[in-house]
Structures are given as structure tokens and as C-alpha cells.
């Protein structure tokens, strides 16, 4: 059963060695996303899965100790999910975490999560809702007392320096969504225009339809904690209990 959730999401520029000069413009976002966190770990799971976007490549499931890398953004930065075992050797290391995850396993190692055993899943953005809804029902089954770390971008058409560019469709959606998130209305969620997400340059649209599904049944309240939009594209933090 689903007890919590925490929505953050998952720019390598969270990372202030990423982000470097540019590092305290997200630091509110990045204590948004701490605070989310605060909440899972409040909650006493007896698992915690990290869902983040997939471009299909990366999809799949990634265990605990799983090692990701910020070297890609030109940072000497490694991360590992949750608490690590023994260091692995090469040959053994497995996969290496997708961006989102890895960002997610950065924010796990700001709070020195300890509390439950921890899953990385990369979900395909192109996953469609009814699977999503799906697979979160699955996961909340997955164990007594499951929590969520979900990942996910909104509209990166906000400016026109947005890395999609301008389209005036994008605040209006990121608004919406960030309402249900705020709300933990698994109803409005489950409803986002999957086409229209698409267009928008939207990561998080299956993540949070995965969350939906997880939640379903669940009683779950919200409260969306940091809504914003830097460099053009859509950002909200929001804690479900």
C-alpha cells in the first residue's frame, strides 16, 4: 500500500556542482525537495521505489547500490542509490543510473536515507497512462508500506529560452498539473493529455500517472511545497501523506 510520496524534479542542475555559478537560483527547489523527502522518511516505509523518466534505453529497474555519474555534464560527480554495499567491481557494476534516477539518488544522499530498502525504476516517457496506472498499482502492492520518490520535469516550453522554445499551451498545463499534485488528485493526473505532454517537452507525465495508480484507494493528501519555472521549463515540488 501506498503511504507517501514525494514529487521533486529532476534537472542535473539540482546538483550545485552542475549548476555551479548558477548553483543558488534552485536552492529554494532544492529545499522543497529535502523537505518532500523529510516526509517519506516520516512515513516509516518498508520500501522506497525512486521512479524517473526513461528515454527507452535506460528503462528498467535499478537496485540499491546501483552507481550513477554526472560526469556526462562535465562534473566529477558519482552517486549511488540509497545505502551502498560493498564496492562492486567493474565487471559486476551493472547499468549505469539514467540522469533522472542519478538525480534522484542525489537527493536521497543529501538526507543520509537509511529508513527502507530502496529501488530505482526508469520509466519510458512514451509509457501510455493506462499502463502507467497500471504498474503504480503493481508497485503500491509491492510490499505493507510502500513510499514514492517520483521524478519528473514539467513543460520545457515556458520562454523563449526555453530549450523547447515558447508555446503558449505550457504554463497552462504546468498549472494544472501542479494543482493535482498539490491536491493528490489521482483523477486530474490520470487525465493529462498524453499527446499534448508530448508536445510540451514534458518529462514527468508517466511518472506521475504511475503515481497515480499507486495512489488509487490510498487517501493520500497533498501539498505542493515550490512551483517555478527557471531557464523555461516547468518545476513542482509537492509531498503526498
Not at 93 to 102: D, E, F, N, T, V
Not at 122 to 131: I, K, M, N, S, T
Not at 186 to 193: K, M, P, R, V
Request: with cysteine.
Amino acid at each position: 500500500m501506498l503511504v507517501a510520496a514525494a514529487i521533486c524534479p529532476c534537472p542535473p542542475l539540482l546538483v550545485p556542482e552542475v549548476a555551479a555559478g548558477a548553483a543558488p537560483e534552485l536552492d529554494p527547489v532544492r529545499a522543497a525537495c529535502l523537505d518532500a523527502i523529510g516526509v517519506l522518511a516520516a512515513a516509516r516505509p518498508d520500501r522506497l521505489l525512486v521512479l524517473g523518466p526513461a528515454d527507452g534505453p535506460g528503462e528498467g529497474r535499478y537496485p540499491q547500490g546501483a552507481r550513477g555519474s554526472f560526469r556526462g555534464f562535465g562534473v566529477d560527480l558519482d552517486v549511488t542509490l540509497g545505502v551502498a554495499g560493498p564496492e562492486p567491481s567493474e565487471s559486476a557494476a551493472g547499468p549505469q543510473l539514467p540522469p533522472s534516477l542519478a538525480v534522484g539518488a542525489w537527493l536521497l544522499s543529501r538526507t543520509a536515507w537509511a529508513d527502507a530498502p530502496v529501488e530505482g525504476l526508469a520509466v519510458d516517457e512514451r509509457l501510455p497512462g493506462d499502463r502507467c496506472r497500471a504498474h503504480g498499482r503493481e508497485l503500491a502492492g509491492s510490499a505493507p508500506r510502500v513510499a514514492l520518490l517520483v521524478l519528473g520535469d514539467g513543460s520545457a516550453r515556458r520562454s523563449v529560452k526555453a530549450p523547447g522554445y515558447f508555446d503558449e499551451r505550457a504554463e497552462p498545463f504546468d498549472a494544472a498539473t501542479a494543482r493535482a499534485l498539490g491536491a493528490a488528485d489521482t483523477a486530474a493526473l490520470a487525465a493529462l493529455d498524453e499527446r499534448l505532454a508530448a508536445d510540451l517537452l514534458v518529462s514527468g507525465r508517466a511518472c506521475w500517472q504511475t503515481l497515480a495508480g499507486a495512489a488509487e484507494g490510498a487517501g493520500l493528501r497533498g501539498q505542493l511545497l515550490r512551483e517555478e519555472a527557471p531557464y523555461g521549463v516547468g518545476y513542482a515540488v509537492a509531498a503526498w501523506t
